[in-house]
């Protein structure tokens, strides 16, 4: 990896949730070795606080973010690592998504000791999710299984939190990001993973973005080795997607691209959008396009999202 930078001090803004610090760790490693020198600076953020309601209800995926963009603001710190799914659509003024690092894993993973998947849960089974994209799916999955009886209950806190909860018998089975346990050596608790076709990911699942107040041109040039642009490509589809439906973590919204084997720099995106209240029936898209640019990226986001409300679906506050 060469580095076309001069070597820089820099500190990383993290939460100090195990997985983030392996998310800052992974990053200060990768720095250093193109000769920078790096520390971190661990941060409780108010999404980390706030454990008795679930995010849509508190002020969304943002409570993560807040913190660390005040240290930078505050010049106390000089990037943020973040879960991109965590990363709200619009960065505010002053900062900017200065590099999208290659993605980990971006499906969703089902971990139960007792279960090997939905059709194996007991009469009146619960299962645990965070997430009201995976509520919708998982609902419309027990549907056609005519497993009514199932119950999804709500699931927040750290990574080691919620399989704590699990182990302690409040679930049966619970639905995390593969991604994390992956990174964090806990593949072993993966009993099994859903195609994209069975629960599509959220919009940037898996992958890390690093940001900057949008006047560090050098953190720019030094973190440039690190971009990984055809994950950049793809999450910037499903993010676009998410924007233009004034997404966030109180819609049910998924959004998924993936390259095509077959064809050089043709795009597929996904999208899926459900009714929180489950009144409606999930609208599903499929577009596809040659991207090589950002920009066209973008564009393949907002025809899925003008496809998702012409069958149905309804932007935030619609």
């Given at each position: 990896m060469s580095n076309p930078s001069a070597p820089l001090d820099i500190t990383i803004a993290t939460r100090e949730s195990r997985l983030a610090l392996w998310q800052a760790e992974h990053v200060k490693a990768l720095l250093q070795s193109l000769g920078h020198r790096v520390t971190l600076l661990g941060m409780t953020t108010q999404g980390d606080q706030i454990l008795d309601r679930s995010l849509s209800k508190v002020g969304g995926k943002g409570l993560f973010v807040k913190e660390l963009e005040v240290a930078l603001e505050e010049r106390r710190a000089d990037i943020a690592v973040h879960s991109l799914k965590d990363v709200p659509m619009d960065l505010p003024g002053g900062f900017a998504l200065a590099c999208v690092m290659e993605r980990e894993d971006p499906r969703d993973a089902w971990v139960s000791a007792s279960c090997a998947s939905l059709a194996d849960l007991p009469k009146d089974g619960v299962v645990g999710t965070s997430s009201l994209r995976r509520l919708v799916l998982l609902r419309e999955a027990l549907d056609r299984l005519g497993r009514q009886d199932v119950r999804i209950e709500p699931l927040r806190g750290n990574l080691d939190t919620r399989l704590r909860k699990l182990d302690e018998g409040q679930y049966h089975a619970i639905v995390l990001a593969a991604a994390g346990l992956k990174r964090l050596g806990l593949s072993s608790r993966i009993r099994s993973i859903f195609d994209p076709e069975q629960s599509l990911p959220a919009?940037?699942?898996?992958?890390?973005?690093?940001?900057?107040?949008?006047?560090?041109?050098?953190?720019?040039?030094?973190?440039?080795?690190?971009?990984?642009?055809?994950?950049?490509?793809?999450?910037?589809?499903?993010?676009?997607?998410?924007?233009?439906?004034?997404?966030?973590?109180?819609?049910?919204?998924?959004?998924?691209?993936?390259?095509?084997?077959?064809?050089?720099?043709?795009?597929?995106?996904?999208?899926?959008?459900?009714?929180?209240?489950?009144?409606?029936?999930?609208?599903?898209?499929?577009?596809?396009?040659?991207?090589?640019?950002?920009?066209?990226?973008?564009?393949?986001?907002?025809r899925v999202a003008q496809a998702l409300r012409a069958g149905g679906a309804r932007a935030a506050g619609g």
């Open positions: 919009a940037g699942q898996g992958a890390l973005g690093i940001e900057v107040r949008s006047d560090r041109t050098d953190l720019m040039q030094a973190l440039a080795p690190l971009v990984h642009m055809p994950t950049w490509l793809r999450v910037a589809a499903e993010r676009t997607v998410s924007r233009a439906m004034g997404g966030s973590c109180s819609m049910p919204l998924a959004a998924y691209a993936r390259w095509d084997a077959e064809a050089s720099q043709t795009l597929r995106l996904d999208a899926a959008w459900g009714d929180p209240e489950g009144r409606l029936a999930v609208v599903r898209v499929q577009e596809q396009a040659h991207i090589e640019t950002l920009e066209q990226a973008e564009a393949l986001g907002h």
